[in-house]
């Protein structure tokens, strides 16, 4: 029943083609912007975590482990979301010092390429 839903879930995620989720994905970073400068909410920054993971991750998956069980796919694209972030922020930290601005800059780079991968495997689909 689980599988199912996040199925579904990871279904409405990954065929959105107008850009929906990206945008939302986007709106958590400014959400993540100003927990950090203003608000400083643990539970604004959790649920913005966690939706931000689940759509980014979902993207991932979506791109590098299509064929995998539902449950392995969400777990395997939160593991190589944390793997991205961790590498885009170690490039920011190794140029400049990583404060609330180039923090917030790091999510809007994962954010984009997982949802530029995720686009060019839509592509890839179709043109098969």
């Known amino acids: 029943m689980v599988s199912l839903k996040l199925h579904v879930l990871e279904k409405l995620i990954t065929e959105d083609t107008k850009l929906r989720f990206t945008l939302i994905s986007c709106f958590l970073i400014f959400v993540f912007y100003m927990n950090l400068s203003l608000i400083h909410s643990f539970t604004v920054g959790l649920f913005s975590f966690i939706l931000y993971f689940l759509i980014n991750g979902t993207f991932l998956a979506h791109v590098?482990?299509?064929?995998?069980?539902?449950?392995f796919r969400l777990a395997f694209g939160a593991l190589?979301?944390?793997?991205?972030?961790?590498?885009?922020?170690?490039?920011i930290m190794?140029?400049?010092?990583?404060?609330?601005?180039?923090?917030?800059?790091?999510?809007?780079?994962?954010?984009?390429?997982?949802?530029?991968?995720?686009?060019?495997?839509?592509?890839?689909?179709?043109?098969?």
């Open 80 to 91: 190589l979301l944390i793997m991205l972030l961790g590498f885009v922020g170690w490039l």
């Open 64 to 71: 590098f482990f299509e064929n995998e069980p539902a449950f």
């Open 94 to 128: 190794i140029i400049h010092n990583l404060d609330a601005v180039l923090f917030s800059m790091a999510l809007l780079v994962t954010a984009s390429i997982s949802s530029l991968l995720n686009r060019r495997m839509k592509h890839r689909n179709v043109t098969r």
